[in-house]
């Protein structure tokens, strides 16, 4: 690590000695300039008023798909309310528009998105915009311009106004001729998916940028998340979301990944928690950028049997997607999270069975649940 942020400091060096005048600076071109287009602070959203404190001022974008919104209902406890702008470009409901600042924010529109930045003093950047596996192959040109020219855009923004950037990436970032069991933190990784060959993508551009400009890139390799109260955004992984539902609706479930598919997998309140604590990492306790985490790790047989425990009747039946097993054969089984655990404390809260508990308690004990207990 020295040696390579040594070069990049040789490198400015160079640059700035070189007698050609041109001003290098240590922050991407195009950053530097002023915004054509300056808008009201308040022009876009509701009742933000930032109070003087310590608290970051954070910016989350795609902020409605599956994480979003808990992520942000986490930070706001932990920072306040009002330094915690949600947005997106889909419309929020009631709920979550009502239960803090929301903002329109297309990550494709670079200069609105550098208005947004600089109008509310945003000091954090949690990126989770993107498009997920499966939607990602159902449409790569979008899932190119939105993973890839989306990261650029705020990559460079953050790197202008020196930001701390969050971007999450995925065990989608390794292919099949990644080790699957475990997977570490480094090695091969040659995904097979555009969603994959974005995220490897926003690694290293991350890790580029922090060691190049100095920009405060972390990033965590999210397993599949599982939630209860917000729904996934087309992955490989959302069968272990839907199972839940389907058990309690109807008792029958149809999977899409074949029985002996193991995947790693993560509750959602194990994800968001360890999101901020990254984030709050001391710089100097990270010896990387990018980290595995990991909780548990399971096949749909054994998520059934478990789910069997509260559903006893639930009526498993398969039917394989080709695309959807192809990617999962292809993504790591275990993950070796050991970095994360060694440098900043990682700890995850949730096995299979409280995860399964947690799931069926949100969603509510309806008569099947209470049957079988
Ligand atoms: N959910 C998981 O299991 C999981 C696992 C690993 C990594 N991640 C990563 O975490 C992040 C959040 O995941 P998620 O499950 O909430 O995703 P999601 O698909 O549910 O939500 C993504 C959001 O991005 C928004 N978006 C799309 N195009 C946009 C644009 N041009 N500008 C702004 N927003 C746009 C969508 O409207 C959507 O609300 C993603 O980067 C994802 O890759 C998620
Ligand atoms: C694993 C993750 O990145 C996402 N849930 C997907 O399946 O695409």
């Known amino acids: 690590m020295p040696v390579i942020r040594n070069l990049g400091r040789a490198a400015s060096q160079l640059l700035q000695s070189s007698g050609c005048g041109c001003g290098v600076s240590l922050v991407p071109a195009r950053a530097i300039g002023v915004s054509p287009r300056q808008v009201a602070s308040d022009a876009s959203f509701h009742s933000v008023t930032f109070s003087e404190s310590d608290h970051p001022r954070v910016l989350i974008t795609g902020g409605l798909g599956q994480l979003g919104v808990g992520l942000a209902k986490l930070l706001r406890k932990r920072f306040g309310k009002n330094n915690v702008i949600l947005s997106d470009i889909r419309k929020p409901a009631d709920n979550v528009f009502y239960s803090g600042p929301f903002i329109f924010a297309d990550i494709l529109d670079y200069k609105n998105l550098r208005e947004i930045v600089v109008n509310n003093r945003i000091t954090w950047l949690f ?29 460079d923004i953050a790197a202008e106004h020196n930001l701390r950037l969050f971007v999450p990436s995925t065990i989608g970032a390794f292919g099949p001729t990644s080790p699957r069991d475990p997977t570490p933190d480094l090695c091969i990784q040659r995904p097979r998916t555009i969603y994959g060959v974005s995220k490897v993508h926003a690694e290293l551009m991350g890790e580029y940028y922090h060691y190049r400009y100095g920009l405060d890139f972390r990033c965590l390799r999210y397993p599949g998340i599982i939630s209860a109260d917000s729904q996934p955004g087309g992955g490989t992984t959302d069968y272990a979301v839907q199972i839940f539902h389907d058990a309690i609706k109807t008792g029958k479930f149809k999977c899409y990944l074949r029985p002996d598919t193991r995947l790693p997998m993560m509750y959602i309140d194990d994800c968001l928690k360890a999101t901020l604590e990254v984030m709050e990492a001391p710089a100097e306790t990270l010896t990387m950028r990018t980290y595995n985490i990991s909780a548990m790790s399971f096949t749909p047989e054994e998520l059934a049997q478990e789910v069997q425990k509260y559903v006893p009747e639930l009526q498993m039946t398969y039917n394989v997607d080709q695309v959807r097993q192809a990617i999962a054969d292809s993504w790591p089984m275990n993950f070796d999270d050991s970095n994360a655990r060694r440098d900043w404390g990682w700890k995850h809260d949730y096995d299979l069975p409280e995860l399964v508990t947690t799931m069926f308690s949100y969603l509510g004990s309806d008569s099947r649940i209470a049957q079988a207990n």
Do not use: Q
């Not at 915009?129 to 192959?137: C, F, P, Y």
């Not at 790569?140 to 311009?145: E, G, I």
């Open 127 to 155: 990126h989770y915009s993107a498009l997920l596996s499966a939607v990602g192959e159902a449409n790569v040109p979008l899932a190119r311009a939105v993973n890839i020219t989306g990261l650029h855009n705020v990559l």
